[in-house]
T-cell receptor
Framework: GAGVSQSPSNKVTEKGKDVELRCDPI?????LYWYRQSLGQGLEFLIY????????KSGLPSDRFSAERTGGSVSTLTIQRTQQEDSAVYLC?????????????FGQGTRLTVV | GQNIDQPTEMTATEGAIVQINCTYQ??????LFWYQQHAGEAPTFLSY????GLEEKGRFSSFLSRSKGYSYLLLKELQMKDSASYLC???????????????FGKGTKLSVIP
C-alpha cells in the first residue's frame, strides 16, 4: 500500500519462538493500526497508536503480544512464545489526512506461519 | 464498540450495477471507509465518508446516512477484475481514551460472472 512498508513479508517460525514484525510508514502519519487476518476471515483489530502512545490495546489477544512505536514512525509488533493459532497475516494501516478527505492505507502485510 | 453488518456474499453480472450495503451501530462515529481486498492481498482504500450523501469516484460511489447508521458501495459497469471482498470499516472516537478505533466488518465477497 502507498506509504507503508512491512517486513518481513513472510515468516515461518517454530512454535515457542519469539517473532518481531515491523511496520515502517512514510513520515507524517500520527495514527497507526495493527490488525491480523486469519485465512478467509475478517480483520481483527489488535492495537492503535496515536504518535508513540497506544491509547487502545484492547485487541491484543494475550500478554504474549506487545507492540511499540518510536519516533512517531516505525512500529514493531512482538509475539512471544508463538503458538500455531498465531498463524495469520498481520497488517499495519495508517491514516492520512489529505485536504478535506481522509485515506487509510495498509501495508502488504506479514504472513506468519507457526509450525 | 461497533456492530458492523454486511452481506457475506453477492453475485452480479459483468457490465451490471451492484450495491453492497453496510449497517453499523456506534457511539462516537467519525467516518466510514470502504476497502477492496483481492484474495491473498492487503485491502486497498476505495472511499471515505464522514458527512451524509454520495461520494463518487469513477465507477465506484459510496453513500452514507449517519442517522440511519447505513452506507452502501455502488459499483457500476462491473468488470471481472471487480471480483473481490469489499470491507466496510467504521472509525469511532472514544473520548475517555482519546483514541480512534477503526473496526472492520467481515466483508462481502463479490463474484462477477460473465
Amino acid at each position: 500500500g502507498a506509504g507503508v512498508s512491512q517486513s518481513p513479508s513472510n515468516k515461518v517460525t517454530e512454535k515457542g519462538k519469539d517473532v518481531e514484525l515491523r511496520c515502517d510508514p512514510i513520515s507524517g502519519h500520527t495514527a497507526l493500526y495493527w490488525y491480523r487476518q486469519s485465512l478467509g476471515q475478517g480483520l481483527e483489530f489488535l492495537i492503535y497508536f496515536q504518535g508513540n502512545s497506544a491509547p487502545d490495546k484492547s485487541g491484543l489477544p494475550s500478554d504474549r503480544f506487545s507492540a511499540e512505536r518510536t519516533g512517531g514512525s516505525v512500529s514493531t509488533l512482538t509475539i512471544q512464545r508463538t503458538q500455531q493459532e498465531d498463524s495469520a497475516v498481520y497488517l499495519c494501516a495508517i491514516l492520512s489526512l489529505q485536504g478535506a478527505g481522509t485515506e487509510a492505507f495498509f501495508g502488504q502485510g506479514t504472513r506468519l506461519t507457526v509450525v | 464498540g461497533q456492530n458492523i453488518d454486511q452481506p457475506t456474499e453477492m453475485t452480479a453480472t459483468e457490465g451490471a450495477i451492484v450495491q453492497i450495503n453496510c449497517t453499523y451501530q456506534t457511539s462516537g462515529f467519525n467516518g466510514l471507509f470502504w476497502y477492496q481486498q483481492h484474495a491473498g492481498e492487503a485491502p486497498t482504500f476505495l472511499s471515505y465518508n464522514v458527512l451524509d450523501g454520495l461520494e463518487e469516484k469513477g465507477r465506484f460511489s459510496s453513500f452514507l446516512s449517519r442517522s440511519k447508521g447505513y452506507s452502501y458501495l455502488l459499483l457500476k459497469e462491473l468488470q471481472m477484475k471487480d471480483s473481490a471482498s469489499y470491507l466496510c470499516a467504521v472509525r469511532d472516537f472514544y473520548s475517555g481514551a482519546g483514541s480512534y478505533q477503526l473496526t472492520f466488518g467481515k466483508g462481502t465477497k463479490l463474484s462477477v460472472i460473465p
